[in-house]
């Protein structure tokens, strides 16, 4: 059963945040961005290499503090630090090869301050609700990238957070890999009914996965392009087939087409 | 039969067979007994030394010297390590200085040692931490290197303080690599010891060896000789197994 | 992809060098001082100060005696370095390529290397007696595991399309080693050597500290004997200096064969 979707208005609120690097030579790298995000939506962002999205995620998730501007949370400011209530999943692989799939997906417990039967039980939800159950016992270092990743998912999962955010979560996986993987997100999706923030090269992806989407620009990323899906909650990679889908991935391309030659030209 | 248990197998046999053929070598004449004594009377020799315990003292002083450096090394190395990594100002300044280290015979600086600290105990010790430390600082080094940015985040992301971080994360992701820092004290460290007790000493296994010798003791020096092997080895040996336990688990396999 | 990666890659590099250069000069300055501090403190007896040494050295590096020992020394420690090097890659490369034969020797080897030596000596004494071939064996016994264990590993980790390669074009296995596994394997195999050769040099040093009549070791035993610290000191100089000098020579030519492109 699917939980209530968080239901606060704005969620997650970028005010013209700008993120600069000092250098040399000075990067302004980011922004100015200007984004609301509703409560239970999920929001992805698609743009050109080098655009910023990875350092957006950062500034989102509290990791780094925007150079201008300000990011709220549920109403509260954050301040360089990463508040409760969020979980992010990492490009890289971010399992620890020294714990077994079931201590991994336990570690973001160890300070909850919860029971260990609750912790259990979490644990083992979380387990089966990735498909682990079979490697619950196994470490990283037997299992493939995909899986790897689901831990890296589930371990996300225990924590509940009410913003889940991922950096290119599919990219070293292979097509169909993805594919089934973004069916395990929207599940997840609508298990915890939190705000989710995808980001993503794959257009396919973001088109079929999100209830908007949003198209950065080139360096300084910018959003120059945001694109309502209307999709259905209980949607999986099977919509694919909807002729609404092609017409949404021919407009992200579009946008996004001119932005990605102009970063090629910049890096030739 | 698996590989690994025919690696095993051919490996004993091997050195089964070159202790034989020593063996033999000794008890035709081949080999003149002035020179080298038979496997079976070194082992004979080796039994009589510590059942009759003569060998106590030396073995406990040695032990404990050796133990006593292995200690400092692995503590100092440890926290020079780690305080080298926080500051990239002192990283470039010991890099070439680590990396040039071992090629100078620090054995050289022994004499210095003894003249420094007097007969005894403490130039050993020291000579036993200049031997092992380095090697633990640059495994540190490595160790404290080889942790990817990633898990960082990831600590961040979780909320973890600094405590909780070095402790959770830092510490088992930098294991392998410090393990094998710690084997290598150890080698080195019972190597400075030893050799140090050889040339220039008044107690010890490493005394003891040369002591025999000097005084044509074939069968006393090939005894505690044969003793110091088997220490090296076996203490090494475990710790080597050890080391490959750990790693096994976290690579692909 | 993380901006940030970026910002760490564009730091500034002259600045950098320019900072090296000066903390490697303030190093410099504290081990002398360190020396200095040393030296008067314990009033020359352990070891002499910098400036004395340096004055002794020279004196030293005129004299017929000095070059007589220096060439007693080099004579051993080439012949123990190119034993060293020569048996050791080859056995290397046997090893390295014939897996099982690999796997039986690797421990054995490593094994033999943690045993401190210096209880072998009586037997290669014994063996060799007292004379050059002695110092060489004790050369090769330290010199000699390394570079083995050395070659061996770069053999194993060589890629396999390389040995299939080779297959394809027909070569003959003396060809396969020279004109693939040995240019392939060569960063590994500099680094052995650069192992070996420190440690066939203590080895050496070490066999003339103490069965010896000549060569640098000894004269740093008698200088010790004697009690002439000044000679000590400069003969512990003076091989401090050509290790160092010699490590830092063979890293650079191994970074260099490490960036050539690959065969």
């Known amino acids: 059963m699917s939980a209530p979707a968080v239901s606060e208005p704005s969620h997650v609120a970028l005010n013209e945040v700008i993120r600069h690097y000092e250098g040399p030579p000075a990067i302004h790298a980011l922004g100015p961005i200007n984004l609301v995000i509703r409560g239970g939506e999920f929001f992805s962002i698609v743009g050109p290499s080098g655009c910023g999205k990875s350092t957006l995620l950062d500034v989102l998730s509290g990791l780094v503090r925007p150079t201008g501007g300000s990011v709220q949370f549920e109403g509260k400011e954050l301040h360089g630090e990463v508040p409760d209530g969020i979980g992010v999943v990492f490009q890289e692989d971010s399992s620890m090869p020294w714990l077994s799939v079931r201590q991994n997906v336990g570690f973001g417990l160890r300070t909850s301050g919860l029971a260990k039967a609750e912790i259990t039980e979490r644990v083992d939800h979380a387990v089966s609700f990735m498909g682990l159950n079979q490697f619950a016992d196994h470490y990283p270092a037997q299992l493939s990238g995909g899986m790897r990743q689901r831990v890296c998912i589930a371990r996300t999962l225990v924590l509940r957070p009410r913003l889940i955010l991922l950096d290119e979560p599919f990219g070293a996986l292979d097509q169909q890999t993805r594919l089934l993987m973004g069916d395990e997100l929207l599940r997840l999706w609508r298990e915890t009914g939190a705000t989710v923030l995808l980001i993503t090269h794959a257009l396919d992806e973001a088109a079929m996965l999100s209830d908007r989407v949003g198209v950065m620009s080139a360096r300084p990323g910018r959003f120059i392009d945001m694109v309502e899906t209307g999709w259905p909650r209980d949607r999986d990679s099977r919509i694919v087939s909807d002729p609404k889908f092609g017409a949404l991935t021919a407009r992200l391309w579009s946008s996004l087409r001119e932005e990605s030659l102009k970063t090629m030209g910049r890096a030739a | ?253 | 992809m993380s901006d940030l990666s970026l910002e760490n890659a564009l730091a500034g590099s002259t600045s950098r060098r320019r900072i090296r250069a000066f903390d490697a000069v303030v190093l410099a300055l504290l081990i002398l001082a360190l020396w200095q501090a040393i030296g008067s403190w314990t009033k020359g007896v352990v070891v002499s100060p910098p400036l004395q040494t340096l004055v002794y050295l020279f004196g030293l590096l005129r004299t017929w005696m000095f070059w007589d020992h220096a060439a007693a020394t080099l004579q051993a420690f080439l012949l123990a370095f190119a034993l060293s090097a020569l048996i050791g890659l080859a056995l290397g490369l046997i090893f390295g390529i014939r897996r099982f034969a690999g796997e039986v020797a690797e421990p054995i080897l490593a094994g033999f290397y943690t045993i401190p030596k210096v209880t072998l000596y009586p037997v290669v004494l014994l063996v060799f007696g007292l004379g050059i071939s002695a110092k060489v064996a004790f050369g090769v016994m330290h010199g000699l595991v390394p570079m083995t264990l050395f070659t061996l590993g770069a053999v194993r980790n060589l890629p396999p399309v390389l040995i299939r390669t080779a297959k394809v074009l027909r070569l003959s296995p003396g060809r396969t080693m020279l004109w693939v596994l040995v240019p392939a394997c060569l960063p590994d195999i500099v680094n052995g050597l650069r192992i070996s050769f420190s440690l066939s040099l203590l080895g050496v040093l070490i066999g003339e500290m103490f069965s010896s009549q000549r060569g640098l070791g000894f004269l740093l035993v008698s200088g010790m004997a004697q009690h002439n610290v000044p000679l000590s000191t400069a003969v512990v100089t003076m091989i401090v200096a050509v290790a160092i000098a010699a490590n830092t020579l063979m890293l650079r030519v191994g970074g260099r064969a490490a960036r050539r492109p690959n065969p």
Not at chain 2, 224 to 232: E, G, H, P, S, T
């Open chain 2, 1 to 253: 039969m698996t590989r690994r248990r025919a690696v095993l197998c051919v490996r004993v046999a091997v050195l089964a067979a070159l202790v034989i053929l020593l063996e033999l070598c000794c008890r035709t004449g081949i080999i003149d007994p002035l020179t080298v004594i038979a496997p079976s009377d070194m082992v004979a020799s080796m039994v009589d030394l510590i059942g009759s315990g003569e060998l106590n003292e030396s073995i406990a002083s040695t032990f404990s010297t050796i133990a006593l450096a292995f200690v400092l090394a692995i503590g100092l190395g440890t926290l020079a390590g780690a305080l080298i990594h926080r500051s990239p100002r002192l990283r470039d300044v010991s890099d070439p200085l680590l990396a040039s280290y071992y090629s100078v015979p620090t054995f050289i600086f022994y004499p210095l040692l003894v003249a420094l600290l007097g007969l005894g105990k403490p130039p050993l010790v020291v000579l036993g931490v200049l031997s092992a430390a380095p090697a633990v600082m640059i495994s540190t080094l490595s160790g404290l290197d080889s942790l990817s940015s990633v898990l960082i985040k990831m600590a961040r992301v979780h909320r973890l303080n600094r405590a909780r971080t070095l402790w959770w994360i830092v510490l088992p992701a930098a294991l392998p690599r410090l393990f094998t820092g710690f084997k290598l004290a150890l080698s080195y460290a019972l190597i400075g010891v030893i050799a140090g007790e050889f040339i220039l000493s008044g107690t010890g296994l490493g005394y003891a060896i040369s002591f025999a010798y000097q005084s044509f003791d074939n069968r006393a020096m090939y005894g505690v000789m044969l003793f110091v092997m088997l220490v090296a080895v076996t203490a090494n040996g475990i710790l080597y197994v050890w080391e490959g336990r750990l790693a096994r688990r976290r690579s692909a396999r």
